[in-house]
């Protein structure tokens, strides 16, 4: 197994140097899967602790939804980020959309909101989109408040990581503090039609896959820095057009076939979501990447 390497010893009166840096795609509830690959990946020992001294570790969202044990998993990740921080390291979550539908489940539940599509609510979205009712009976406080802290957006190493493969980031804001903080502001608002719309805006993808999409990384990079789009969200068979819809099964025999990240868009774009909720694989990635995987070219 594979095990981070350790980060140089700084000189006397030096800062230390950071360590490795990690990404980990959607989770989607499914916690003995993020523990085994945590593991895989020497990130943690065999009991769940944090194990990889200075090493730096970014889930990139979608916490929640589809996967049996969504609270487990965020409470997996805030027991991660205050053992990392312990031992010199960091591991920190970005705000995926899932978790804006769990957030406007809990504080909306079936109060209507302007859809687009005629009315709706919060409640009826997120059970559409595979919410579990156990999630909803163990969130507690605490959970909500970590949510609602979320950066929705960082740049690490080069890398600008986001959850959504989508531009509605530019509208919010030209700088990464101020999108953060736009985003965290208007879920301050406690308004279910303003939430409604981040949950609709970040839920949209696919924008760096087409024949515009290069242009569309470069644009996000340009304005917020760094080389590399790393995002989550759009599962690499629905990139690649292997899977056409989100109700694929993953107790079917044809699970994704995912082996690693999928780099694309003119190499300015690598998407991390291995597909867990298809049977795919839950990925986890240390950045830049060594060897980039030899994906197939997506279909038209």
């Known amino acids: 197994m594979d095990t981070p390497a350790p980060a140089p010893a700084p000189a006397a009166g030096e800062p230390a140097a950071p360590g490795p840096l990690y990404v980990v795609g959607d989770v989607h509830g499914y916690l ?36 049996p044990d969504g609270i487990g998993v965020i409470d997996l990740v ?5 053992e990392a921080a312990a031992a010199g390291g960091y591991c920190k979550a970005l705000l995926g959309n899932h978790e804006l539908l769990l957030l406007g489940a809990q504080r909306f539940g079936d109060t209507p ?35 609602s802290r979320l950066d929705a957006m960082a740049v690490e190493d080069g890398h600008l990581l986001l959850h959504s493969d989508c531009a509605a980031y530019l509208e919010y804001g030209d700088t990464i503090e101020a999108v953060n ?24 993808r696919f924008a760096f896959r087409d024949e515009a999409g ?14 590399r789009v790393v995002h989550g969200h759009s599962p690499i068979p629905y990139l690649l057009g292997e ?28 998407a991390m979501d291995g597909g867990v909720t298809m049977a795919g694989k839950l990925l986890i990635a240390q950045l830049p990447l060594v060897t980039e995987p030899q994906n197939p070219v997506p279909a038209a």
């Open 181 to 204: 903080d736009a985003i965290t502001a208007a879920l301050d608002e406690r308004d279910a039609d303003v939430t409604w719309d981040l949950f609709r805006k970040f839920t949209k």
């Open 243 to 270: 899977v056409a819809g989100e109700e694929a099964d993953r107790d079917g025999e044809d699970g994704a076939q995912v082996s690693g990240p999928y780099v694309y868009a003119d190499r300015l774009a690598i």
């Open 113 to 147: 909101v302007n859809s687009g599509a005629g009315t709706a609510s919060f409640q009826a979205a997120w059970l559409l989109n595979g919410g579990q009712r156990g999630d909803m009976e163990r969130l507690q406080e605490h959970h909500v408040r970590w949510m």
């Open 78 to 82: 805030m027991q991660l980020s205050a």
């Open 32 to 67: 003995d899967e993020l523990r085994a690959a945590l593991f895989e990946a020497g990130l943690v020992d065999q009991a769940g602790h944090w194990a990889a001294g200075s090493s730096r570790l970014w889930f990139l969202g979608d916490f929640t939804d589809r996967g």
């Open 214 to 227: 290069p242009q569309t990384a470069r644009e996000l990079l340009d304005t917020f820095g760094g080389d």
